[in-house]
């Protein structure tokens, strides 16, 4: 069974990028955390940033058949993208849309995500543990399906 790892824009600077909102932790360190995690439970990861909305879309598309569910941070296309909104709601893999800070206690516009309708769920505010939350939630929903 794999999962895919997929981040979005200027996710590739974490750990340099606004810390105090972000928190410390690289983009490789999240990446090793949660393919530790899997690789307990036999599961494997693969992983994909883009600062580009396309190759993204792109992603997703090719997931279908291959995936057992998208761990999907996208950043700021969240408030903004209703071609990934259309990709996710095209494909057969559920997503878990992950956020790093609490988009409910900042800027108005990160409150609403156009993705989270189409997604399975929705992980906001735990830093970089809620890609591991993340990673739990499917491992979790495939031992209830098979068991
Ligand atoms: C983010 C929240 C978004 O609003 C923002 O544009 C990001 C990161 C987060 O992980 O908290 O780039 O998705």
New binding site residues.
């Given amino acids: 069974n794999q999962l895919l790892l997929l981040n979005g ?3 590739n600077l974490l750990g340099k990028r606004e810390p105090h909102i ?1 928190g410390n932790s690289g983009l490789d360190e999240i990446e090793n955390e949660v393919r530790m995690l899997l690789q307990k439970h036999g599961w494997e990861l693969s992983s994909f940033q883009s600062n580009h909305e396309g190759e993204l879309i792109e992603a997703i598309q090719k997931s279908d058949g291959k995936y057992k569910g998208i761990i999907f ?4 296309y ?2 903004t993208s209703v071609a990934l909104r259309d990709a996710i709601s095209a494909v057969d893999v559920p997503v878990i849309e992950v ?3 609490n ?1 409910h206690n900042r800027e108005p516009f ?1 409150r609403e995500s156009l993705l989270a309708p189409v997604c399975w769920g929705q992980i906001s505010g735990l830093g970089a543990i809620g890609y591991s939350v993340a990673a739990h939630a499917f491992l979790e929903m495939h031992k209830r399906k098979d068991g």
């Fill in positions: 824009p200027n996710l972000y941070n996208p950043a700021a969240t408030h956020h790093l800070s988009v990160r």
